[in-house]
């Protein structure tokens, strides 16, 4: 139960940076996704479509790891590991997703 929470918690947070994202950003038709090292943008995608992926790839994720917590049996040594993956996998996704909005911003100058 507790697995469900923190992927809630953290799908709604990813929602909401969205969300203020997409305010932030609203003069912007196409916002990057990717970029070089010399900090060059490689390519761009529409703004609903970019402010989505996160989100929506998070949510597959960690439902499908969930999922693997309340159906698989652990191996042995690793009983006590479902909350931590969890919690891990979250946190990853939630500081990629602000990593990327904070890349689009510098890019911008907004």
């Known amino acids: 139960m507790v697995q469900f ?5 953290a799908i709604c947070l990813l929602i909401g940076m969205s969300v203020r994202a997409n305010t932030r950003f609203r003069n912007e038709e196409r916002l990057p996704m990717q970029w070089s090292l010399d900090g060059s943008v490689n390519w761009t995608a529409p703004r609903a479509v970019a402010l989505a992926l996160t989100p929506v ?29 969890v919690l891990f996998m ?15 911003g510098k890019t911008l100058k907004t």
């Open 57 to 85: 790839l998070a949510a597959g994720s960690l439902a499908a790891t969930v999922a693997m917590t309340y159906f698989l049996k652990p191996r042995p040594g690793q009983e006590g590991m479902e909350l931590p993956v």
């Open 5 to 9: 929470i923190i992927v809630l918690s």
């Open 90 to 104: 979250a946190t990853v996704f939630v500081a990629a997703h602000g990593f990327h909005l904070w890349m689009i």
